[in-house]
């Protein structure tokens, strides 16, 4: 896939799934899965007081007559009772509503209940950079603060799952760093040269690592040259590995704010996609990550 309308042609061809709203009484989400809807790739079901869901509807002008309502008690109670429908069957992607990405991801991981399945979850966006013949996929820019380095090897994990649903048969894992050279004061690097191996004995299995690699090697095959890289994966990168979040975050709106990149982001190593748009994202970028979600619910294969 190239540009989000193969992701959204994919999504088309994949047919509905069961988008399930934690706290749907938000006109912004909502708008977002009436646009889904129409697209013919989602089946909504709004989890949370009806009548604020459909107080919610009328601000944001969507009709709910096709839409499922699960009606309960409190709003508290609707990370919970959304993510048992999932954990059920009932559902095949999570969507965050009006509340926090922390309430939403307590009863994700709860160990006896939860989503999990023995692999730490994280998140993924997937750029369509101006001047680029091909997605780009940053990671994670938004949950894990500051990654030992197995969490880092499941973060790798996670990201080749997903570039698989965009198409990319091999990707190439780029492990960034501030240089090149492994720095034992400078953990990063001791971390991306020990990912490098641990690919090469197949521990991490889906694609191919490289680093420590500086942004500029990672995707600039002119640069990876004049720097004398001697890797043949250097300047091709499909996945960027950001060493924490703060350097992940700062990538992931770079791009957005300054590259104008358009960009889709979904929460990934769970059993089903986790779809956690912000009110800062644009209309089109919550139907691209809706439509990635939807990629990435489908089985493997």
Do not use: W
């Amino acid at each position: 896939m190239k540009s989000f309308a193969d992701i959204l042609a994919g999504a088309r061809r994949l047919g509905t799934r069961r988008f399930v709203v934690a706290q749907a009484a938000d006109p912004v989400v909502l708008e977002a899965v009436e646009a889904a809807r129409r697209e013919g790739f989602c089946a909504p079901v709004l989890v949370g007081v009806r009548e604020e869901i459909e107080a919610a509807a009328r601000e944001a002008g969507v009709p709910l007559g096709s839409h499922r309502i699960v009606d309960i008690a409190a709003k508290t109670e609707a990370a919970a009772a959304a993510v048992r429908l999932v954990v059920s069957g009932d559902g095949d992607v999570l969507v965050k509503g009006l509340l926090q990405t922390a309430e939403l991801l307590r009863p994700v991981l709860d160990k006896e209940t939860g989503l999990g399945r023995d692999r730490l979850i994280s998140h993924v966006g997937v750029f369509r950079v101006p001047g680029f013949d091909r997605f780009v996929l940053v990671t994670d820019a938004a949950l894990c603060i500051a990654p030992t380095l197995a969490q880092k090897a499941d973060i790798v994990r996670n990201a080749f799952e997903a570039a698989h649903r965009l198409g990319i048969a091999d990707p190439i894992a780029a492990i960034l760093c501030a240089v090149e050279n492994v720095n034992p004061k400078m953990p990063a690097t001791t971390d991306a040269a020990e990912l490098v191996k641990m690919a090469e004995r197949g521990e991490i299995t889906g694609g191919r690592v490289v680093g420590p690699l500086a942004l500029d090697g990672a995707v600039d095959p002119e640069a990876a040259r004049h720097k004398g890289i001697a890797s043949p994966l250097a300047g091709r990168a499909d996945i960027l590995v950001a060493p924490d979040i703060e350097a992940g975050n700062v990538l992931y709106k770079s791009l957005t704010c300054f590259a104008r990149a358009e960009v889709a982001s979904i929460i990934v190593g769970a059993r089903a996609p986790i779809v956690v748009t912000s009110r800062s994202d644009s209309a089109a970028d919550k139907l691209h990550s809706m439509a990635l979600a939807t990629l990435c619910s489908a089985a493997p294969g």
